[in-house]
């Protein structure tokens, strides 16, 4: 494989789908030399299929506003691969959604989704919609306009939606319900789900408490204690809550959240009912994490920064793309943080993440960190064909094991002569193998 030759024409292809490009380029670099040892990858010309989605539908979501006035968004779904199971990956509510952005999550969902070891496909979708600001009853009529044209191409054991950023419970709600109205299937057409319709236990919990698990092998594997250790997260939805639950259960202390208009530094560590807090941040709908120094006596609220500033020994960025650039990554270097556990979806830039690999600090991706939600949206999938319910214990200890795995797997391809593991790399080909070897069985479709 050549990898700048590919990339090239990539480029010329879809010119401008920066973060489409940038997730494309890390997964090349490193899994070059497992590729080049089997002929048969090239021979079959799996790299040039696997990085095109195998369809994209796009469609034209009007609404109608508490005003009475007709509002247009757009939106799409993009089905990846489907090598190993059906595709499956969120759906994403957000202004600056693009094609490009819902590429390069589709393509990382792929390796992902293949390293919880459960049979599940990558795509990814959404809208350009902002349900921030917008009433119960806009949010709703959005969401069946939506379903309308999303349900041509989803089912149960062929695309399996769920949420990602902007997508919660509600939407969920609303979207199966007209997905239900409009084909009479009660099935597990969507993960995430209320619990008393067909979701898991755990699941709003899973991709913060996974992330925490995964963050806790590196530094076992590396033979540090995370007890006292101060944490630094980004954002405070429900990936945010989870982790600060779980680090804090584990005696780390957490002292920065961040919201888009700023950090909070909490001294006394942001635990208890502050943790829960951060959800009744989120429900306010405002998208504001500065009303919590008012709240709690001591905190601070920094206006326009980034949490990366706060001193802390392990950084958790849980908000969005890119959003932990090179500078960002010295300033917590030069400030004592020995590890990154990203649980974002690429959340590091390649500058950031090159300096911290340069400086042997741990660091590992979104795709292995952050896989333990769609794992139990898998789990979900099987209690749903299975027509059963599992504990909260039962899929807790499912969702550690996978995490547990996920690790073991990045050592195994990841670690270098000198003993320093290379996450991205571990992550990138082991989910490659699998991809790649069944996409060999299924011969060229
Ligand atoms: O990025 C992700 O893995 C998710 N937003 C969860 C996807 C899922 O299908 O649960």
Redesign the pocket.
Same mark, same amino acid.
């Given at each position: 494989m050549n990898v700048e030759k590919i990339l090239t024409h990539l480029e010329k292809k879809h010119p401008g789908e920066v973060e489409y490009l940038q997730a494309v380029r890390e997964v090349l670099e490193t899994i070059e030399e497992v590729y080049n040892e089997n002929p048969k990858y090239e021979e079959y010309k799996i790299i040039e299929r696997l990085v095109e989605p195998d369809r994209i539908l796009t469609f034209k979501v009007p609404w109608i506003d508490d005003q009475g006035n007709t509002q247009l968004n757009l939106g799409y779904r993009v089905e990846f691969n489907n090598a190993i199971g059906p595709y499956? #990956?969120?759906?994403?509510f957000h202004p600056s959604v693009n094609l490009s952005i819902l590429k390069f999550?589709g393509f990382?969902?792929i390796f992902?989704?293949s390293l919880t070891s459960l049979p599940?496909g990558g795509g990814?979708g959404g809208s350009d919609f902002d349900p921030k600001g917008k009433s119960d009853k806009e949010v709703m009529r959005f969401c069946q306009s939506f379903m309308t044209e999303l349900v041509r191409l989803i089912g149960p054991d062929t695309d399996?939606?769920?949420?990602?950023?902007g997508?919660g419970g509600r939407e969920i709600g609303y979207l199966f319900g007209y997905y239900k109205k409009l084909t009479r299937h009660h099935d597990g057409v969507l993960? #995430?789900k209320g619990l008393n319709w067909g979701g898991s236990l755990i699941?709003p919990e899973?991709?913060g408490f996974g992330g925490v698990y995964f963050v806790h092998h590196m530094l076992e594997n590396a033979k540090i204690d995370i007890k006292c250790k101060r944490v630094a997260i980004s954002g405070f939805g429900n990936v945010a809550w989870g982790a600060a639950l779980k680090m804090t259960e584990l005696g780390a202390k957490v002292v920065a959240i961040s919201g888009p208009d700023g950090y909070i530094l909490d001294e006394a560590g942001i635990s208890g009912e502050k943790i829960n807090y951060m959800l009744d941040l989120r429900a306010s709908n405002q998208d504001i994490v500065a009303p919590y120094a008012q709240k709690f006596a001591g905190a601070k609220f920094f206006a326009g920064k980034k949490p990366w500033e706060a001193k802390c020994e392990i950084a958790l960025p849980c908000a969005t793309q890119n959003e932990l650039n090179g500078d960002d990554a010295k300033l917590l270097v030069s400030n004592g943080c020995i590890c990154v556990g990203e649980i974002s979806?690429m959340g590091c830039t390649p500058e950031a993440i090159e300096f911290l690999q340069s400086k042997k600090i741990l660091y590992a991706p979104?795709k292995a960190v952050?896989?333990g939600?769609?794992?139990?949206?898998?789990l979900?999938m099987t209690q749903n064909s299975a027509h059963l319910n599992w504990s909260a214990e039962e899929v807790d200890k499912k969702l550690f094991d996978i995490m547990t795995n996920i690790h073991v797997a990045c050592i195994k391809y990841g670690t270098g002569k000198d003993g320093y593991v290379n996450y991205v790399k571990g992550a990138n080909i082991a989910g490659f193998l699998k991809v790649a070897d069944a996409m060999l069985d299924q011969g060229i479709i």
């Open positions: 499956k #990956g969120g759906l994403r999550l990382e969902q992902k989704n599940m990814k399996v939606p769920a949420g990602d950023i997508v993960t #995430g699941r899973a991709t979806n979104g952050n896989a939600g769609v794992a139990v949206s898998g979900e």
